[in-house]
């Protein structure tokens, strides 16, 4: 049994400019000890999709309309606030994007690092100072019973990232939920703090939900790949399937966006168009519109996404009926 | 942070000289003043002012021996009043004031306080605009408005309490204290609201929550102190503001304390009693401000650095 | 490469900062109330000559003093005076001290602010150690003084309050001026080789417009009040004019008997400082480019 079964998710914002579909229709699963990484870009519902599980997706203006989500035999979606707040920060952790901004900067690191210890396992304060200590080790934070008495402002960003990281995992959650954790840092910050995670990982048997834009982060950590687009899902499979066998135009056309060494004198490429609004209702697949290969059938029905070989799925219709299939490995990938 | 507190203080020092020097040489220039020589006086008072100011001294010495005795808490002797020296009048002054204050203050931050988090914690509906509108009317019914309708609903129509007076009828201290005090309730309410909406939006709002926090110890734990920073740094001016509202609300209630007899002064043209009483009041409030400026320090971690 | 052509996707018309904040003002209620409320007191304060049911010195002491009535609609004072009359009469000075001497705090502030910030270095810091000094002096104080030792002359009162106000404007600005330095925009006119003074006319007036407007709207009853708290303790307005301050001192002398002398200015006085106050927050709220429907 998967460790968490999200099952046709669809959480809309009501706004002044109409209604936006941030998460539409989307059902994945994380199983035990795996990574799972969900790769869009802004406007797809990534974040979106890992909010509305934590009950973190403010109530106006956001609600979410259906779906299930099954963790360790609870339905997150519809169990009680009281139940979903036991859950939150104890066996599901998750880890923000700034970790200036979303660290409280009145409290010193020690307090952030220990309430929800406290609140979740009863342990008391003193025990629960020592297990921060051992925390910021774990982490790679020298001189931890010093700096457990600092505010944020007084670490750099790589270090508050860190520190982040250890609140999450203090607890020893089932699954951490990663939102962009790298997006914030520079470039050799990013992977000290992917290898961390990864570290850490499989020496906690956790599983791990790891959501960013940024296609190079992905390959060197998940185990699956979620590919979002306006709210649905595009892509999904094994990491390495769909990168080197994509599915979807979508996927490719990321894949080809992604600016290597071995490129050199070609130019950059884009995807046309760019990303909708979400208020619309479409009527067909939500990429048709920028799409190379879309046809008139893209743009009148809604694609499902099905299963077109082990474990690797897409909700490309053309794709899915054969018509492009060799029109895809051609673009080349990363 | 020791050196934000030396840079205000250092400020503060000049400023109360510039004050002090400042009223010093304007009274001199007042038509009809104690240094007016067309000016015939009484006797006695003659007798004291030139005992007190030197006049035959060149005016810089009289400054300076001024100075010097401001430091012994010697202000002189009362313009009008032959036998009461203006340190007397503001000493028996003083407590009522004070005390009038104090009411005032707790009213302020009890009442608005509370109003403000009401509002913050379900903004755009009702809980929210119901306070927000009461406070709105303590913005727009100054105190020289609210104080005389209070008298006329409480005192004359319906006789509850009384109106004037301080510690001779009982409850004669509730009209003045929410008089003075409700103005600033509405501005410390209309600050906690503001500063409580902008924390509860910021990132660490979220992960507090998404911890698993349960909500009252979000609010209380980690968005107070934040929200309640504007409040702090309210308080500075907000003294000012009180000691300038005690001038009417003792006016309106005839209670005896340090504002009414300023206003008298004012009117009496008792140029000593302006004189000391004003640099009183400018020292109270520059020590508010510079406190004020302490505490807002002090409870932000981030400017303690610089 | 030809860049591709966007095709439009049908996303809402875009929106300039201004017909955005128009637009949002236009849903706030109260504070088009504010604005349609205020608008018509300068109207009635602009046509008061010409409209007031009386002339203003007009005495009946025959009458006295005498509740609202069909002649009188808000009343007389015990000389007979129209009430109705002396409000109108009132606000014309009431409001006229308020916009001008905001005009004066206005011009003071903006211009000390934009020159302190965009110079920076020594200049900025000296002139803004000013403003600190001046700050921490306690201005009511020195008003009264200024008042008792002076005598009430309107012309140094407007001055006194425009002294007063200037300071917090000055800050604002200058805090504005100092953050849009800093923004890439205007390294990237500088960088085109645009003149300073454009820089500053084209760009960072119509930036730090937003809270000049919202300072403005909400100083000007500050000033109202202000003037209305000295001319009640008698250090303001003097008669023959006469202000709401004034007329509401005169109303709680006599507010046990005649109780509508006393209500009546209060009411308008407070009704217009309601406008200007939710105007000003509801100006505050249009103009930031980041609340959302808060």
Known sequence: MALLEVKNLKTNFYTRYGVSRAVDDVSFAVEKGETVGIVGESGSGKSVSCYSLMGLVPSPPGKIESGSALFNGIDL?????????????????????????????????????????????????????????????????????????????????????????????????LLLIADEPTTALDVTIQAQIIDLINDLKKRKEMSVIFITHDLGVVAGIADHVLVMYSGRIMESGKTRDVYYDPLHPYTRA?????????????????????????????????????????????????????????GHYSSCLRVQDGSIAEKLSEGGSV | MFKIILNRILIAIPVLLIVITVTFFFIRMAPGGPFDTEKVLPPEITKNLNKYYNLDKPVFLQYTDYLKNLTHGDFGPSFRHSNRTVSEMIFTGLPITFELGVYAILIAICIGIFAGLLAALSPNSMQDYIPMSFAMTGICMPSFLLGPVLVLIFGIWFDLL???????????????????????????????????????????????RAKGLPEAMVVMRHALRGGLLPVVSFLGPAIAGLLAGSFVVETIFQVPGLGRFYIKAAFDRDYTMILGTTIFYSALIIFFNLFSDILTSWLDPRLREH | MKLPSVKKIGIEKGTSLWSNSWYRLKKNRLAMVGLFILCFMVLIALLTPWIAPYSYEVQDLNLGAAPPSAEHWLGTDIFGRDLLTRIMYGSRISLAVGFLATAVSLIIGVAWGTISGFSGGRVDMTMMRIVDILYALPFIIFVILLMVVFGRNLFLLFMAIG?????????????????????????????????????????????????????????????????????????????????????????????????????FPGVVLSVTLFSLNFLGDGLRDALDPKSTTR
């Open chain 1, 77 to 173: 979606l519809s169990c009680s606030k009281k139940e979903l707040r036991k859950i939150r920060g104890n066996t599901i952790s998750m880890v923000f994007q700034d970790p200036m901004s979303s660290l409280n900067p009145y409290l010193t690191i020690g307090v952030q690092l220990t309430e929800h210890l406290v609140l979740h396992k009863g342990i008391s304060k003193e025990e629960a100072r020592k297990k921060a200590i051992s925390a910021l080790l774990e982490v790679g934070i020298q001189d931890p019973e010093i700096r457990i008495n600092y505010h944020p402002h007084q670490l750099s960003g790589g270090m508050r990232q860190r520190v982040m990281i250890a609140m999450a995992l203090i607890t020893e959650p």
């Open chain 1, 254 to 310: 990321l894949l080809k966006s992604t600016p290597s060494v071995e490129m050199k004198d070609k130019e950059l490429y884009v995807i046309p168009g760019h990303p909708p609004e979400n208020y619309e209702e479409v009527k067909g697949c939500v990429f048709a519109s920028r799409c190379e290969f879309a046809s008139d059938k893209c743009r009148s029905t809604i694609p499902e996404l099905q299963e077109l070989s082990d």
């Open chain 2, 162 to 208: 009384p109106v004037s007076g301080w510690n001779t009828l009982p409850g004669d201290k509730i009209l003045p204290s929410i008089t003075l005090g409700a103005t600033y309730a509405a501005y410390v309410a209309r600050l906690t609201r503001g500063g409580m909406l902008e924390v509860m939006y910021q990132d660490f709002i979220r992960t507090a």
């Open chain 3, 163 to 263: 002294a007063i106000e200037w300071l917090t404007m000055a800050r604002i600005i200058r805090g504005q001026v100092l953050s849009i330095r800093e923004k890439e925009y205007i390294d990237s006119a500088i960088m085109t080789g645009i003149s300073k003074w454009r820089i500053i006319t084209r760009h960072v007036i119509p930036n730090t417009i937003g809270p000049i407007i919202v300072y403005t709207t909400l100083t000007i009853p500050s000033v109202i009040l202000l003037e209305s708290f000295l001319s009640f303790l008698g250090l303001g307005i003097q008669p023959p004019m006469s202000s709401w301050g004034l007329l509401i001192s005169y109303g709680v002398e006599t507010m046990e008997e005649y109780p509508w002398l006393l209500i």
